[in-house]
Each structure stands twice: as C-alpha cells, then as structure tokens.
C-alpha cells in the first residue's frame, strides 16, 4: 500500500508564476490535509478537505491561494501569482475519515517550492 | 490544542537512551498526547501517543506523569537515523481535525 505521494517533489517558480502542488491520498483514504512549513519554521495548517469539499480553510491565506479535491483524482494545492515568501515545503496529509484523538496521520514527502 | 513546552534542542551519543520532556501543564481530561517526528527533508511522522498510561511500541515510549501535565518521550537507544525535529501535540475534540505543531525538539544523534 503506497504512501501519500506528492508531486513535484522540488518546484521552481518565477514571481507572478503559477504553481500546481499534487497530493494522492493512501488507498481508501478520502480525506486531505495541507500544511506549509517555512524555512526553519514548523508546520502551519492549511486547508482541510473532503472529496469534493472543503471542510476548514481556516490556515488558507485570503488571496492567491486555492485547493481543491475533486471525485477522481489527486487533491490540488494552487498558488496564484507566487511571491517569494510563498518558498517552503507544502504537506499533504490523508486519512480514511476525520481524523481520531486516537488515531495517526498519514504525510507525504512534501513539495519544496522555491520562487525565484 | 493546548500548548505544549518543549527544549528547542537536545544532544544524545549513539546506542544511549534519549529522554524528550514535554510540558503541558494545561491539558485537559479529554486531550491526547501525540508525539511526532520530522526526519531531514521529509514529512512528519507518526511516533506515538497516550492518554492516561505509560505506552511502549516499537519506535519508543511515552511515560505520563500522574497529573498529565507533563510527558516524556523515551528513545531507548538512538541510532543516528532517530536525528530529527521532535513534537509533542495535544489533540482534543474542539481542535477539529488539525494537528497544531510548536517549534519542537531537535534532537543531534552524535556516533
């Protein structure tokens, strides 16, 4: 049973460029998770989503950014007009439903963006 | 989640036992104490966790204190592939489904 994999692994934008960060789920799992971690910083909670839903977007910044996580296919992080403050490593999370007090989560590797 | 203490950095020599304290002195009934970890350049990691009772798995330990409000993560011979950011997250009902991390414990594996 494959991990949670992620897509690119390393990505180099230019300002005002777009970027596209993929997250595929564990097998049977239906629910995602995003979190960003700045250069020596620890990791901030993003955007919580469900097929098709999004359930808590409470990290999201207001402007720019956008995920998605449609019937069939990998769940989308988008990045409009990237600024070089949005350089850091994007995580995804999965899980087969709302995440238990007891129960672990599931990360990716993580995609390392870099605005140049 | 309540908020968690942890040092910001701890040195072990291989093949010793590592012990990571965690504070929580405002833990309340219901919160679970979680604790990952970050290996270099990748994603975080599920280690352990516990409510009440002192839990063993394969990967470490987590000694509870009697009043829960602190906790200690125990590495009982670290290797240096155990070099890595250690968090200690709190999770109970009202956090939703977030994971809120600190800034964690580094931890230096030293051959």
Redesign the interface.
């Known amino acids: 049973n494959a991990g ?1 994999m992620q897509n690119p692994r390393h990505l180099v934008r230019r300002r005002g460029q777009e970027a596209r960060l993929r997250c595929s789920p564990m097998k049977g799992h239906s ?1 995602v ?1 995003w ?1 960003r971690q700045l250069p020596e910083e ?4 993003m955007v ?1 989503l469900q097929k098709e839903n999004i ?2 977007e409470s ?1 999201m910044p207001k402007e720019r950014f956008s995920a998605e996580f449609p019937k069939e296919g990998p769940s989308i992080l988008r990045i409009q007009q990237v600024v070089r403050g949005d350089s850091a490593a994007y ?1 995804c ?1 999965s899980s087969p439903g ?2 238990r ?2 129960t ?7 995609t390392r963006l870099t605005v140049v | 989640d309540a908020k968690t203490t942890q040092p910001n950095s701890m040195e072990s020599n291989e093949e010793e036992p590592v012990h990571l304290p965690c504070n929580h002195s405002t833990i309340s009934g219901t919160d679970y104490i979680h604790w990952y970890r970050q290996l270099p350049s990748q994603g975080p990691e599920y280690v352990i966790h516990g409510l009440t009772s002192n839990v063993n798995n394969r990967m470490a330990s987590l000694a509870i204190a009697e009043d829960r409000k602190s906790s200690t993560l125990i590495l009982h011979r670290a290797t240096l592939r155990d070099a890595a950011v250690y968090y200690c997250i709190l999770r109970d009902e009202a956090a939703g489904n977030k994971l809120t991390f600190g800034g964690g414990t580094r931890v230096l594996v030293k051959p």
Do not use: C, S, T
Not at chain 1, 42 to 45: D, E, Y
Not at chain 1, 104 to 110: N, T
């Open positions: 949670v629910h998770y979190y620890g990791l901030k909670f919580y359930i808590d990290g995580f999370a709302p995440w007090l007891r672990e989560a599931f990360f990716g590797q993580g």
